[in-house]
């Protein structure tokens, strides 16, 4: 591939990664309007994000392995020609039972492109300063999508109509296409055997739909109820006949040895905490922004920029600081910046102004930018080349059910503070800062305990290693790196 297709190529995966991050929360701030237009109950309102969330979860693991067995520049393809069309289906829609449909197939096509965009980025880019430099590029566009949705389905809901948020998607969509055909070269494993485990793509899907599910129905049908109890039973029944699939089968959708890399053990968990804390914090400022400062859904929604900017700004110096201190210790600053960040986001209350809001969020951009990209780049740098598209998909899919599972868990202390704080006679605002605060102080301690983890499980071996990583029919060789261990 020329220096020219390789940069070609990035832009049109980091696109199709802005598309699926700004589909992730566009459509928060449009439900009201979508509401009114369709006649829909609560129940269909929660579907049409739900519906999105469910299917993407459940698909992203198969979606990684279709990528590395039949190609990842086909599965990309065929993931972005599902997501622009039925994101066409969704602008669209009529009706409440189309919208929720469109939704759940754009989940399909996004739990296809999503790990392919990683593996081309890492097939692409072969050189260690270049391929650091693409992943910055791309964790940037996709951050900077994931602060946006607010800001263009605010935009969009409050001045054109709100089947825009998704018909937007489309010219978006077509001009990818247009550039990955020519620029994105065909990649897959190094495989001897062609053939699927079809045992291993069911179970994963079973266990992660049913997990998630129950993340999105607990707190309305009640985590006791027998519903919910047995979605978590179901998942967990799932997963022990996924992890003993995995450990016979000559073809195993995953490995369950490349888990003996720390640096995708250990990033996953970052990750995973990160996602917790995070997207759980980043759902209910958006409630804190409208319901107690008042802000309108446009102007909450620009509160997000400065973030997203800092976001940008960070990313493309990550690789710069990384080659001064090294990952590990680039990612615990970056974990420990969003600690400070959400530190001052303690601080305020309910007469914070627009501008006491920008520092915090600045902080925790810069510190988003600066962990992101160190983060993939060992991930995807501490395995083989044939497991690039399972481990994007593991490290997509652990910020998903992760971060549902955030939302569900600082939801409940929330609810819970805020309970305290009405029994005691507070007022209804009052009362939903205090849990507001104590969902922080939760998130805050979490991330906390991110910088240790990052720290410890990225750090670079202390000697030249090489190892053989056993598994039923293959070898997976994991090689270590020898660079600047203190």
């Known amino acids: 591939m020329t220096a020219k297709g390789r940069w070609w190529a990035l832009a049109a995966v980091s696109l199709a990664t802005l598309m699926t991050y700004l589909d992730n929360n566009v459509i928060n701030v449009a439900i009201p ?27 992203l693991l198969v979606g990684g392995r279709l990528a590395d067995v039949y190609g990842r520049r086909r599965v990309f393809l065929t993931g972005l020609a599902i997501f622009t ?28 492109l999503m790990p392919a965009t990683l593996a081309i980025i890492g ?57 990955a055909i020519p620029s994105v070269a065909e990649s897959r494993a190094d495989l001897e055997s062609r053939r699927l485990d079809v045992p291993g793509l069911i179970t994963s899907a079973v266990a992660l739909t049913s997990l998630t599910y129950a993340l999105i129905e607990g707190h309305d049908r009640g985590w006791t109820s027998g519903q919910i109890l047995g979605a978590f039973g179901l998942a967990a029944a799932a997963t022990a006949v996924f992890l003993a ?17 720390r640096e995708l053990s250990g990033g996953t968990a970052v990750m995973m905490i990160w996602a917790f804390g995070v997207l759980g914090i980043y759902f209910f400022t958006s409630l804190y922004l409208q319901g107690i400062l008042g802000f309108s859904p446009t102007k909450a929604g620009l509160a997000f920029v400065p973030m997203a900017l800092f976001v940008v700004l960070a990313s493309t110096v990550a690789a710069r600081v990384t080659s001064l201190i090294g990952g590990h210790r680039t990612v615990a600053a970056g974990v420990l910046l969003m600690v400070v960040g959400l530190l001052l986001f303690a601080r305020l209350g309910a007469g914070a102004s627009f501008a006491a809001l920008i520092p915090g969020f600045a902080v925790f951009g810069i510190g988003i930018g600066l962990m992101n990209v160190p ?17 994007s998909a593991l490290l997509n899919n652990s910020r998903e059910v992760a971060g549902l599972l955030g939302i569900t868990v600082i939801g409940a202390v929330l609810r819970a503070q805020q309970g305290i704080s009405l029994r005691a006679g507070a007022s209804a605002p009052q009362a939903f800062l205090d849990g507001y605060h104590a969902g922080l102080w939760v ?10 983890v990052s720290y410890v499980s990225l750090r670079p071996r202390q000697r030249p290693e090489l190892g053989v990583l056993a598994v039923p029919g293959e070898e997976i060789e994991a090689e270590g790196v020898t660079a600047n261990a203190p």
Do not use: C
């Open 33 to 59: 309007t979508i509401q009114r237009d369709l006649h829909l109950s609560v129940t269909g309102l929660e579907w049409i994000v739900s519906s999105y969330l469910l299917v993407l979860a459940g698909l």
């Open 85 to 112: 069309l039925s994101s066409l289906t969704a602008g669209l829609a009529g009706s409440g039972g189309v919208l929720i449909g469109a939704r759940a197939v754009q989940g399909l096509g996004a739990a296809l």
């Open 123 to 179: 097939h692409a880019f072969t050189d260690v300063r270049e391929r650091t430099a693409a992943i910055g590029i791309w964790s940037a566009i996709g951050a900077l999508g994931l602060a946006l949705g607010p800001v263009v389905g605010g935009l969009i809901s409050q001045h054109i109509h709100w089947g825009w948020i998704f018909l937007i998607n489309v010219p978006i969509g077509v001009v990818t296409f247009a550039i």
């Open 245 to 261: 699939i995995e450990s016979r089968v000559r073809q195993p959708m995953v490995h369950t040895a490349v888990f003996r890399a």
């Open 375 to 391: 983060l993939t780049t060992a991930v995807l740098d501490g395995l083989p080349a044939e497991h690039a598209g399972i481990a």
């Open 443 to 452: 998130t805050i301690g979490l991330l906390a305990a991110g910088v240790v």
